[in-house]
């Protein structure tokens, strides 16, 4: 079962072994508005905690999107390219931004649940 930590920066990032899905939350994507560029990450890319890993422009600003953990780029989502609003339209699902290897899983333990998350953004 995957368990999915959240950032105060509004990333979540979904672990499956060493393997991580992030994206922003739906709570980032409505504070954003209608996600209308996505600059995707390039696969094979050495993110550290923190670096900014892609920017998504929204018809109210440009956002930056940090790496919740160190790792590596496995991939892109490309749909993204063509179709940003599908960061608005299923933010934790299909809108997912990119998929990376962890180098380093301890990282997670300062992320938070969605409870805690949910008590951040209330």
Not at 31 to 52: H, I, M, N, S, Y
Request: proline fraction near 3%; avoid cysteine.
């Amino acid at each position: 079962m995957p368990q999915i930590y959240y950032t105060e920066d509004h990333e979540w990032i979904r672990v499956e072994g060493d393997t991580a899905t992030v994206g922003i939350t739906d709570y980032a994507q409505e504070q954003l508005g209608d996600l209308v560029f996505v600059e995707l990450p390039e696969v094979g890319r050495a993110l550290k905690k923190g670096d900014t890993a892609v920017v998504v422009e929204s018809v109210k600003a440009a956002s930056d999107v940090y790496a919740p953990a160190d790792g590596e780029i496995l991939e892109a989502n490309a749909s993204l390219s063509s179709e940003p609003a599908l960061v608005n339209s299923s933010a934790t699902g299909d809108g997912w931004l990119w998929k990376m290897k962890l180098s380093d899983k301890s990282q997670l333990d300062g992320l938070m649940d969605l409870a805690a998350y949910e008590k951040h953004t209330g």
